[in-house]
């Protein structure tokens, strides 16, 4: 009997031996909950091909870029609604500026809310959103500009555009005219 145990028993005090318990760690179980399904989702994403990453359900599409659904739809709405809606390439690139318009306003800029649906419900920022024609049906066109201007983002690749219009430069630092609209970037 060590020096302890005896004491304890002059004391009448119950010895305390550490329990050994067979639980598992929560924090451990949590990161293994949250970890597995989101590498099976990168996985089974990542396998895909650009034709069915282009017509994959709306949640995947939000999931690729860690976006809600919901932010996902309105962001695409917005860039729907604010381009040309046209098919070609000019058309497809200011789609992408669009969204990045957002992105970088959402995650880069102290001058405006710090997320999607703050940026894209600001007042006097989109008129689509104010006079309701946001309301326009999203395409997979606007879906793969906005995964596309996220992963340019991301990547660090992106402009640092921030304002756009269809009436000409009349702010900041001339990026492009694209997709009927002209875009700026801010130092």
Request: aromatic share 12%; glycine share 6%.
């Amino acid at each position: 009997m060590n020096l302890n145990a005896k004491i304890a028993r002059k004391m009448r005090v119950p010895i305390m031996y550490p329990i050994r318990r067979n639980r598992r760690n929560p924090l451990t179980m949590m990161i293994k909950a949250i970890t597995i399904p989101l590498v099976a989702f990168l996985v089974w994403w990542n396998g895909l091909s650009e034709l069915e990453r282009y017509e994959a359900p709306i949640e995947a599409k939000a999931a690729s870029i860690g976006m809600t659904t919901e932010e996902f739809i309105l962001i695409s709405s917005v860039v729907e609604a604010e381009s040309d809606r046209g098919s070609d390439a000019d058309s497809y690139q200011g789609r992408i500026l669009i969204a990045e318009v957002i992105i970088n306003r959402a995650y880069e800029s102290d001058s405006f809310p710090d997320t999607i649906t703050g940026v894209c419900n600001q007042s006097g920022q989109f008129e689509v959103v104010s006079n309701g024609s946001v309301v326009a049906d999203r395409t997979n066109i606007s879906d793969a500009a906005v995964i596309e201007a996220y992963e340019e983002w991301q990547a660090g690749d992106a402009p640092h555009v921030l304002y756009f219009n269809n009436s000409g430069y009349n702010y900041g630092t001339a990026y492009g005219y694209y997709g009927g609209n002209y875009f700026v970037t801010v130092p």
